[in-house]
């Protein structure tokens, strides 16, 4: 179904042919309209170029940026903090900037994830998050730094956010609107008492001067302040950015998808539903005013965080068109609601849910679940979720599970010795998701969004962490494995282990769901599972998924795995990147990279030709840019 012509309107995906935003547009649409590489021919895309990331001196593992293109370059973060300017062409790097160090420490290093691009028609700049925590200013045609801008170019990031030696990083790119640059961070210390709060700010793109701050976690008397019982808003921290944020340039708002509070799987210590965090929140991109909110997750003692960016998109709701922002969440649920007004599409039910046992700990009575869309992913743990691909398998999962409680969605983490004889509670989906920082792609002609996800489980178990003489530590954090034991080193949980699901965001119904690929290569080489006929092509990759839609495919990549880096819990996602029919879910056509991908991919058009470029790493190679063509005829 096509949108009617005014619905339309709100994002359109890429324009003239480049790439100036990470996801396309400031909607985090991943769409572009380009159709030179279509059904007919997607199989005979072949390699353009490689580009291997640069750095000074260091290895690049962990490459995670989607670049940008604009007249004719790409602009990347390199995976170690560093960004470079790569003829879109021929891929011959064009220049590498380095940050300096800060005075007496070692230089910055990490993803990235990308930069963001400004330009008045006249002055152009670049901005990129350090992963020391400034923000720096660069110029797209030589990279050198922006005087003017800060000083010497750079923004401290932490100042005026916590204490005056606060630790902070950010781990996605800034974004640009409205002549202002809003940046985001993570505070050193996730897992103790107190930490510095994630404060949103945002800075004149000219001179760097800040213009605004929100407080994600509320001060003393503003709005929210009251969610946080016995004065635990003055030494809680975190809550912030995580993930990368989106914007409406229309309507000059910003939204910000906010994370856990410290610490992520104990809340005794911040005793109420702890406002602004696990947030869809709107702001006033150039004030930095609230306009609206809704809290996703009360108390959050999962680390079901907002790992995705919002998306936003244009639907025709109930005849009407309406404006909306699409919010993925880890549980593998999509909430979405008009962002002009913050009203919810669908009806939002606040439903009763378990509560802990674990002493100081008191959860919500209710946490809110969407009528519609259904979810997208499994939700809760029970036996019935076991891996039964032998029966001698399903036997050893059974065994592993009874040491552990099991439950339904927002089951709370128990003690690692419970009175019960339990070792702890495993929870589906995990904190690895549902849904990631990749987020979703959306087709703006029909509605329809593409959800990548994965099906993961985590092992919850609490011991004493506090001690009377230190008042930084949680009374209990989260011990031992991230992840329950494995029966024989494969998944605890049966397959599908990755999948991408479409749903019509019209109306609310899911059009198609596919596995994600074949099942990891650790899976298909595992001795126990030879001749015993099992399919193993429609067993999905349990490895965070970018996707790319054209007029006319859905683009994914295999993965780059749910440990960070190219790794993944069973194996490596495979280096296949595919095509599918977006209506239908049909696998189109399959290509064989290099490497494999580690985040989404990106589609530009240069002299007449169509190019579709896909990050991807290994973990014994640097990153790379691998740019797909077709051939010249």
Known sequence: MALDADAAS????????????????????????????????????????????ESSGRPVRDFQSTPLMIGGTLYTTTGASEVAAVDAETGETLWLFTPEPRPGEPPPEGPGRGVAYWTDGTVERLFHNVMDGRLVALDPRTGAPVEEFGEGGYVDLAQRIGPPDAQVRPLSAPIVAKGVVASTVIPGDEHGKRATPGHVQGFDVRTGERRWIFHVVPQEGEFGSVTWEDGSASYTGNAGVWTQLAVDEDLGYLYLPTETPTNDFYGGDRLGDNLFAN???????????????????????????????????????????????????????????????????????EMPV??????????????????????????????????????????????????????????????LDDPDGT?????????????????????IETGVLFIPSVSLPILVALDEGGRADDPDASAYVRVGSIYPPDPRGLPLVKPPWGRITAIDMNTGEHLWTRPNGPAPRDVREHPDLQGLGLDFSSMGQNSRV???????????????GVRGGAGSRY?????????????????????TLPVNPTAPPMSYMLNGKQYIVMPGATLETNGKLIALALPNR
């Open 10 to 53: 709100g994002q359109a995906g890429t324009d003239g042919g480049e790439w100036r935003w990470y996801a396309g547009d400031g909607g985090h649409t991943q769409y572009t309209p380009l159709d030179q590489i279509d059904r007919s021919n997607v199989g005979d895309l072949e390699i353009a170029w490689i580009w291997e990331a």
């Open 279 to 349: 947030s869809i929140v709107a702001l006033d991109m150039m004030t930095g005013e609230r306009v609206w909110h809704f809290q996703i997750t009360h108390h959050d003692i999962w680390d079901y965080d907002l790992p995705a960016p919002p998306t936003l998109l244009d639907v025709v709701h109930d005849g009407v068109p309406v404006k909306a922002v699409a919010v993925l969440t880890k549980q593998g649920f999509v909430f979405t609601f008009d962002r002009v007004t913050g009203e919810p599409l669908w009806p939002i039910v």
């Open 571 to 591: 194996g490596a996602g495979g280096p296949g990147f595919r095509a599918y029919d977006k209506l239908t879910g049909e696998l189109v056509a399959e290509i």
């Open 546 to 560: 970018g996707t790319l839609v054209t007029s006319t495919l859905l683009f994914a990549g295999e993965g780059g």
């Open 354 to 415: 378990p509560q802990s046992d674990v002493p100081g700990e008191r959860t919500s009575l209710t946490q809110p679940i969407p009528s519609r869309p259904a979810p997208f992913e499994r939700q809760g743990f029970t036996y019935d979720e076991l891996i039964d691909l032998t029966p001698e398998l399903r036997t050893e999962a059974m065994e592993i599970a009874g040491h552990y409680r099991l439950g339904s969605l927002y089951a709370p983490g128990s003690l």
């Open 423 to 443: 070792q702890g509670t495993i929870i589906l989906p995990g904190w690895g998701g549902g849904a990631n920082w990749l987020g979703a792609s959306v087709d």
